[in-house]
């Protein structure tokens, strides 16, 4: 059965910082500051950025000292994954046996 690929999920990641921000994450745990550096985005601007990764579920947070420490969720990532795998495979199956409607 083909899922649906959540469209929230996918206009999130459309916008570039936030796609930045993510590949970053996926390396490591950052601090806004480290993101900051990394990206070249403006602190409030990121902050806000950083907001929807999170209300999204994309972005965990973790308190350490007078920091915050901000992580990818894998299994949020690993879900979405899938679904675009699943449409891939539907892709390459239609393709594969040529079927066309109303021709």
């Known amino acids: 059965m083909l899922t649906s690929v ?5 206009k999130v990641l459309a916008d570039p910082l936030r796609l930045k921000i993510v590949t970053l994450l ?7 500051t480290h993101l900051v550096e990394e990206t070249g985005a403006r602190q409030t601007n990121l902050s806000n950025h950083l907001k929807v990764l999170r209300e999204a ?9 007078r920091w915050t420490y901000y992580r990818l969720r894998p299994g949020a990532l ?14 390459r199956e239609t393709a594969d046996s040529g ?5």
């Open 78 to 91: 690993s879900a979405l994954a899938g679904e675009l795998g699943a449409l891939a495979a539907a892709a």
């Open 6 to 10: 959540d469209s929230d999920i996918l």
């Open 99 to 103: 079927r066309k409607r109303g021709c």
């Open 26 to 32: 996926a390396r490591e745990a950052l601090c806004t």
């Open 57 to 65: 579920g994309l972005v965990d947070t973790e308190p350490c000292g």
